[in-house]
């Protein structure tokens, strides 16, 4: 048999490492006979992949046009290392039977996005050991890790930030004056993070002739997935967090609210920086409904 044991084994007990700082582990061997090599090498990389499937309008070269599926992919490379554990490379190297555990460690680039698993894509990291072998089948073994990149909104200074947006609307009632709808929505600041309640303040001021039965307010979340072979592409998913409603407005009057609309606490926030191929994005929409 020769190989009885060909493994990697994480220094952390949960697979994880903070960017910037180092992944480090063994690979163990253990051989019941000799076994001739040209060298035992590592690769260590991070690398995002997006692949989805589209429809598209093609011309046939009779004129007539039909739809067609076309795959849509991506991929960004963070760091790739590769480095020799034992042997040479070139020539032989004979290893004899015994355990063997040959450490290894690279310190990870400070700006890296979190690891994320995805419907469309990927952001994944990975150490592999190869046991190269002279006019034979390579012996291969692979791990993943996580890397946490945690999203500080101390750094960011446009979370801090107060939200005000103000709306309008104007009514046409033939021959009837009508003066407008105005909403506005307030908010202390612009970033939050899972489990945090958003202060919302809504001012509604109905001065036209139409009633408005309720003011609905919704926390929303869009993953952007982006292609660019065999040419540009994007995929959208958008997904609803937390809905509030609110009572109506009568005509020529007005309300205001002071609620707390709380960010799901078991929502992962992922830092995707730098990473340009899968985003995220929250909003916040208050609509007035008729």
């Known amino acids: 048999m020769g190989l009885k044991n060909f493994s990697i084994v994480l220094d952390s007990p949960t697979g994880a490492f903070y960017a910037g700082t180092v992944v480090s582990g063994r690979v163990l061997l253990s051989l019941d006979k000799p076994k001739t090599i040209r060298a035992l090498n590592v690769k260590i990389e991070g690398v995002a992949k997006v692949s989805f499937r589209d429809e598209e309008r093609v011309t046939k070269s009779d004129g007539d046009s039909k739809t067609v599926m076309v795959d849509f992919t991506a991929e960004e490379e963070y760091f790739s290392t590769k480095f020799k ?29 979190s690891s994320f698993e995805g419907e469309y894509g990927s952001i994944r990291y990975s150490v592999k050991a190869v046991i190269d072998r002279p006019w034979k089948f390579d012996h291969e073994t692979k791990t993943s890790f996580i890397v946490v990149a945690p999203l500080d909104l101390n750094y960011n200074a446009n979370a801090k930030d107060p939200v005000k947006i103000e709306d309008e609307k104007n009514f046409c009632c033939f021959c009837c004056t009508s003066g407008p709808l105005q909403l506005v929505v307030s908010l202390p600041h612009s970033g939050y993070v899972a489990g945090q309640s958003i202060p919302l303040t809504i001012e509604v001021d109905n001065a036209s002739n139409v009633e408005v039965d309720k ?43 002071t609620q707390q609309l709380t960010v799901p606490s078991d929502m992962p ?3 995707f920086e730098p990473c340009s191929i899968i985003g995220i994005d929250f909003s916040l929409k208050v609509s007035s409904i008729f």
């Open 85 to 113: 554990l034992a042997g040479r490379g070139t020539g032989e190297t004979e290893i004899p039977i015994g355990e063997y555990s040959y450490p290894f460690s690279y310190t990870l680039p400070p700006l890296l996005p």
């Open 215 to 257: 003011i609905i307010c919704k926390l929303k979340k869009e993953m952007k997935w982006i292609a660019n072979n065999p040419r540009r592409n994007e995929k959208r998913q958008k997904d609803e967090l937390v809905k509030l409603s609110l009572e109506g407005v009568r005509c020529n009057g007005s309300k205001s609210w």
């Open 269 to 271: 926030f992922v830092n």
